[in-house]
């Protein structure tokens, strides 16, 4: 009786399948610490989520990643739901997120803080740019 021999590609793909098949690696919530993380042109996100004995790399696409109320960053400590599963041509697995969730203060709280500082850090909320209201408006505007 003859082995079958494996390519490369079909391991990769056998193991895809067994792991899109378990029902716990599907809608999965992992928390960990943020590392390695970068948002690339095309709007997804990748990186790694750890703890102190493990790592796993994680990847959130841009349709996931636009549904984001704050800015993740290196050494945040997240709430992640998605599945696992092997990007076959690499071989190599990952969690594919749907969602994040910042641990301790609420998104919300966290976004509104980020951008606070972020308009800060660009003068915004200097005196020196600040000009007088007129005393008699000609138009009012309501955003």
């Not at 928390?31 to 790399?57: Q, V």
């Not at 697995?93 to 919300?108: N, R």
């Not at 803080?113 to 209201?133: M, R, S, T």
């Amino acid at each position: 009786m003859e082995r079958h021999i494996f390519s490369v590609t079909e391991v990769n793909e056998l193991v895809k399948l067994l792991l899109d098949n378990e029902p716990m690696l599907s809608g999965i919530c992992v928390r960990g610490e943020i590392s390695n993380y970068k948002m690339y042109p095309s709007g997804h996100h990748y990186f790694s989520l750890k703890d102190p004995t493990g790592a796993i790399r994680c990847v959130m696409f841009k349709g996931q990643a636009l549904r984001l109320r704050f800015r993740p960053e290196n050494g945040m400590k997240v709430l992640v739901t998605g599945r696992v599963s092997v990007f076959p041509r690499d071989g190599a697995y990952q969690l594919y997120c749907d969602t994040m969730t910042p641990e301790g203060a609420g998104d919300l709280a966290l976004a509104f803080e980020q951008l606070k500082e972020q308009l800060y850090k660009e003068g915004l909320f200097d005196e020196a740019h600040k000009k007088p209201l007129p005393r008699f408006p000609e138009r009012i505007a309501v955003v």
